[in-house]
């Protein structure tokens, strides 16, 4: 209950703060990435998430650790669809770039947005690589000497965050995949151009709240160890 209070608070902060901005700057700067509700309230989702993590999900160091007989992989708590998705889409980011600057040579940006486009895929390779990191120290946390029953509970709370800072941080790289694709559609005045980066943004959106509804909330997840297997049957 506190986990997930603590990534609705992180939501909503994220949200009251893009109104804010755009309340502040009355406006002129709606279009940027900070007035982008969606976004932040993404981002402010990933950084609850990430305190939960750090402040209430620590086994109790009193208790003894155990030794793992068959070692813990990222890819036995997620689909691999999942681990691929937070790999590929910063990729496809930073390949927009020179797409942007094409479109900055042929007049229709200017300088200081291409700036800012090359700074948001930065920031969603920055993101990625996190996200897989606090991903990856989830999976090798240390496992407490207890009986079977709560060794079960233990990996289930393993994998319930890994789940949620998965669906949160693809929804969070996808959204920003989708910010630049919007970019792309106001910078060109070509109309196939327009729809096809327009399609693309809002497939980009709409799968991005498919990962925060269907992978960060899952009702059920499988957890692909074999001894985790044989100790549940």
Known sequence: RRTKRLRTIGALGGLLFSIA???VTEGRASNSIWGNGLLMAAAGYVLGAL???AALSRPE????RAASLEPRTLGQYLPGYAIWAQRV???LAVGLVPISAALEGRGSSGRGGLVSFAAVAVGLVAVGLA???IE???VRRSQPVVAPDLLLADEAIRASSIHAMAGAGNALLLLGLAFLLSA???ATSSGPLNWT???LSFLALGLALSSWIDLGHPSSWRIRRRIFQETHA
């Open 21 to 23: 901005f755009t309340a």
């Open 51 to 53: 305190v939960a993590e």
């Open 61 to 64: 160091r009193t208790l003894p």
């Open 89 to 91: 889409i910063p990729v």
């Open 131 to 133: 996200l897989e990191g």
């Open 136 to 138: 990856r120290m989830i």
């Open 184 to 186: 792309l559609v106001s």
């Open 197 to 199: 980066f327009g399609i």
